[in-house]
């Protein structure tokens, strides 16, 4: 028995441990716990300011009405802008009527061409030609336009057509042009046309139609109401077509296509 007992005393004593290498129990919560990482990700597309909406340019089509009553009241309502301190009155004296429109009869007659060349074939018999006397006159936005509208022109008539702009050209040039050129057709921008028909180097004696062209630029812009060409265009009506009407030789009308 005496040997078994030192046996096991000896066993104990090679499995008791130095106390320097166990630590004691309530050291174990003292050791620090390894803090969250940070993270080096990106932030969410949430966190991101929400991108600013890039405004909309809102569109506006300029539609022309077909009948001579309505052409009337469009034309004056932008005349009435273009003029705002006359009185309705005032107004009345030099507005668009009816009996000014050149009428279609056919919706189908309605573009820009076909008006052209119906008051050239009305006009052949009638009229005698005359140097820098159109028997179409066409009022633009633009030199761009004139050309574009020239271009078009000049298979519907055997004459010269005409292109009145200051871009380019003097007036000077166009003035002796004109005295010495037949024209069937003119196109030109509101100014230039108003300054040729102040000197009457455009003459209004053989005149049929004066077309105003309400093509619309790559900003939307129309003639009858650009900052730039307005003042000029119901210039025209006012001081030159307008008189030129109330002569009974003079057998024009106004379109706006």
């Not at 429109?101 to 008051?119: C, K, P, R």
Request: charged share 30%.
């Amino acid at each position: 028995m005496g040997l078994k007992a030192d046996a096991a005393d000896d066993l104990q004593d090679e499995f008791d441990l130095d106390d320097s290498l166990v630590a004691p129990s309530d050291h174990e919560d003292s050791i620090e716990q390894p803090g969250p990482a940070h993270s080096t990700k990106r932030k969410s597309s949430t966190d991101a300011k929400p991108k600013k909406r890039k405004k909309t340019i809102k569109t506006h089509t300029f539609t022309v009405p077909q009948q001579d009553t309505e052409q009337c009241a469009l034309w004056n309502k932008f005349m009435h802008k273009t003029y705002p301190a006359l009185t309705q009155l005032e107004l009345a004296d030099i507005g668009l009527l009816p009996k000014h429109i050149y009428s279609i009869t056919n919706a189908h007659d309605s573009s820009l061409g076909s008006i052209v060349q119906s008051a050239l074939s009305t006009g052949k018999a009638k009229n005698k030609v005359m140097l820098g006397a159109p028997q179409v006159l066409v009022l633009c936005s633009s030199a761009l336009r004139v050309l574009e509208l020239v271009k078009m022109f000049r298979p519907l008539c055997k004459r010269n057509v005409m292109k009145l702009f200051s871009r380019h050209i003097k007036i000077s040039q166009q003035r002796e042009m004109l005295k010495q050129t037949a024209v069937d057709i003119a196109v030109g921008t509101p100014n230039r046309v108003r300054k040729l028909l102040e000197e009457q180097s455009v003459k209004v004696n053989r005149l049929r139609l004066v077309v105003v062209d309400c093509w619309q630029d790559d900003k939307m812009r129309v003639v009858v109401d650009m900052d730039d060409t307005r003042d000029d265009l119901f210039g025209i009506w006012r001081d030159t077509l307008l008189p030129a009407s109330k002569n009974p030789d003079y057998m024009f009308k106004l379109r706006l296509v």
